[in-house]
């Protein structure tokens, strides 16, 4: 079927409900839709179309349609509203009670069958969808009983699993009996008598009524009547016999007395047979009521089984945990899905019991792991990024690179900007070997950030990093970093990740690059913090590499001005001249009294590569806390800060 806005999606394991058929007595009352709408409507739908993340502006646009009976508005009201919050069966029901009073019954069923395609564990939804057709269906004709039949085996399918099917099994059975079918209302009897449900002992209780109500030729099936009653008759024709043997023992020598015949069932037959029905099925009812038993607290434990935008508590979530770690230990495959899936109804907005759900299937069936995936972010999770990206990296461990690409590049139309999203992309790429989709999506991303130069900075430094480590191309990398300085100049990462680019280039042709990125850094609104270590790692640069002398003399003039300019006592840090007491004070401090004679060699820095950033609840990035990436000072870890105590036996002291 099609299904209106994709709402609707088949859960794997569920049945396909049928398709409403049309009948000839269905009036043709379907108005037209055609014309304006309520000013007040329009009103309404707007705040609703604006904000659609606000479930009260929902709520609210709802019941004022069902205040004014406007089908048209209530149509185009509960159709996007469901296409959104599929898991409200009760506003399923009033729309197929909407479409009903109308007059369109076809319109009605497709209604309830679109909404048990996307909560097909709703109890409430199959009974009214049953009721509907019981209301709606002409029992006369022969083709109806069936078909209602059909919907009941649909329905126990589906949601008879559950522990609060009771009433839809109770349904079954009483519709069996009202057709004359005693048997056939046994056999569901049967059924439910194996199902672990909050009225196990009913089930129980009405299936000894409809058996001592009855004749048992009439409840039984028609092998285990004649199996029983062979059986009791021949206990029967066991007990005559010893009976017969001691009343020849007592009459008289010679006489014997005739066979008795076997006439029609006597009451004597039927209620052994009854007996021994009950004795079976009591076995069935034991092993049932320990399964009752050992879920039972669990079941108490859960407070709110339906879905709502509400926040659920920290113990509400942990019952959902305990109860799926307690029956994934058990095993038993189908009380697994069902509980998983009553679990998605409460907390459908809470990513954990989605991955987990989709993990357990995906070690059984991709396929339905891939549909768990789809549902949570096409339905009900559109705007996370982080269950977007699992489904991605799913897609790609099963060598689905198509659809790895079509999830992120939709999670990134609906919510754009993330620079999580972006950066998983190129890494996408880059691991299937399409290195220059991978730069083209990073140099899109600088491109459309300009505007925002914190974000333009940490794609530039993406771009450059991948340019100069995987394309082996250290100019184009050069010219993102100084294109990027030259809208941001006041950005102390660009200015390292350009040193280190040229740091770690070929050293017989680096000494005039690197000393005009020190200038230039030092020219630049910088901490003197920051400008002092790009000093130093320039001067170390230098004096390691450098074939000129005035190279190295004059980094080192440039960085004792900058010393002089920081005070006199961090210069005094810096040339280890301070007391013993001073120089303890500090990581700085110590590490400026270590021997002189045994200085660190500094490794060559990599471009930095801080972490993606981080996204809000609402799926926004916080680009805000680009900065915590960086709070060490980027050589601190070098041994840059205090290395320069050799340097006072080379050069004199400006």
């Known amino acids: 079927m099609a299904e209106k806005n994709g709402a609707a999606t088949e859960v794997p394991g569920a049945p396909v409900c049928p398709e409403p058929d049309s009948r000839a007595s269905q009036p043709a009352a379907e108005e037209e839709e055609g014309g304006g709408l309520p000013a007040e409507f329009e009103r309404l739908w707007k705040a609703a179309s604006d904000n659609p993340q606000n479930f009260t502006s929902w709520t609210d646009l709802l019941q004022y349609c069902e205040q004014e009976g406007n089908i048209a508005a209530s149509r185009r009201a509960l159709e996007t509203f469901l296409a959104r919050y599929p898991l409200c069966y009760g506003y399923w029901k009033k729309f197929a009670d909407t479409e009903r009073r109308a007059g369109c019954n076809d319109r009605a069923e497709q209604v309830c069958v679109q909404g048990l395609q996307g909560i097909p564990l709703s109890v409430d939804l199959w009974i009214h969808y049953i009721n509907l057709l019981l209301g709606t269906l002409d ?59 909050q009225l196990y002992n009913t089930h129980y209780d009405k299936f000894k009524e409809h058996l001592n109500s009855n004749e048992p030729k009439e409840v039984l099936s028609t092998e285990e009547y004649e199996e029983l009653r062979a059986a009791c008759r021949q206990s029967q024709r066991a007990k005559r016999a010893e009976q017969s043997q001691e009343e020849t023992q007592e009459g008289p020598p010679g006489e ?213 480590k995987l ?59 920051t400008k002092l270590l790009l000093s130093q790692r320039g001067l170390q640069f230098v004096e390691d590499y450098s074939s000129s002398i005035k190279s190295v003399l004059s980094l080192y003039e440039g960085h004792q001005k900058l010393l002089q300019e920081l005070g006199g006592a961090k210069r005094e840090a810096e040339n280890g001249d301070g007391d013993a007491e001073k120089q303890g004070k500090g990581d700085e401090d110590a590490s400026a009294a270590a021997p002189a004679e045994a200085p660190q060699a500094a490794p060559q820095v990599p471009i930095t590569t801080p972490p993606p950033p981080v996204t809000d609840m609402s799926g926004h990035s916080t680009y805000g806390g680009y900065g915590s990436w960086y709070q060490q000072p980027q050589y601190g870890s070098y041994g840059y800060q205090n290395t320069w105590n050799y340097n006072q036996g080379y050069y004199p002291s400006s």
């Open 256 to 468: 014997e007395k005739p066979p008795t015949p076997e006439g029609p069932d006597t009451e004597e037959l039927k209620q052994k047979i009854r007996e021994k029905v009950l004795l079976q099925r009591d076995k069935v009812y034991q092993e049932n009521e320990e399964q009752v038993r050992k879920r039972w607290h669990f079941e108490d434990a859960i407070k709110r089984p339906y879905f709502h935008v509400k926040p659920l508590d920290h113990l509400q979530l942990q019952a959902w945990h305990s109860y799926l770690d307690w029956e994934l230990a058990e095993l038993n495959k189908d009380p697994v899905r069902v509980l998983f899936e009553r679990c998605l109804i409460a907390c459908a907005l809470y990513e954990e019991f989605w991955t987990r759900y989709a993990r357990y299937l995906e070690s059984h069936n991709v396929e339905e792991a891939r549909a768990v995936f789809k549902r949570a972010c096409e339905i009900h999770l559109t705007r996370r990024p982080n269950i977007c990206m699992q489904w991605a990296t799913f897609e790609e461990r099963h060598n689905n690179l198509a659809e790895a690409r079509r999830v992120l590049a939709a999670i990134e139309s609906r919510v754009p900007g993330l620079a999580v999203v972006r950066l998983r992309r190129v890494a996408l790429e880059r691991r299937a070997g399409q290195l220059d989709q991978a730069v083209a999506l990073l140099q899109e991303a600088v491109a459309e950030s300009k505007e925002k130069p914190t974000l333009h900075a940490f794609y530039s430094i993406k771009l450059a990093r991948l340019l100069l």
């Open 139 to 197: 029992m006369n004709l022969p083709e109806s009983p069936p078909r209602i039949r059909s919907v009941f085996e649909d329905a126990v399918r589906a949601a008879g699993l559950d522990f609060h099917s009771d009433r839809l099994w109770d349904l079954y059975v009483e519709w069996e009996k009202e057709q004359g079918n005693m048997r056939k209302a046994t056999a569901v009897l049967d059924r439910v008598l194996k199902v672990p449900t």
């Open 471 to 529: 394309a082996r191309n250290p100019s184009k990398a050069r010219k993102v970093l100084q294109e990027a300085l030259e809208i941001n100049p006041n950005n102390d990462k660009l200015h390292i990740n350009l040193l280190e680019l040229e740091v770690s280039g070929d050293t017989w042709a680096s000494d005039e690059v690197v000393q005009e990125c020190v200038t230039r850094a030092l020219a630049a609104p910088l901490t003197p913090q």
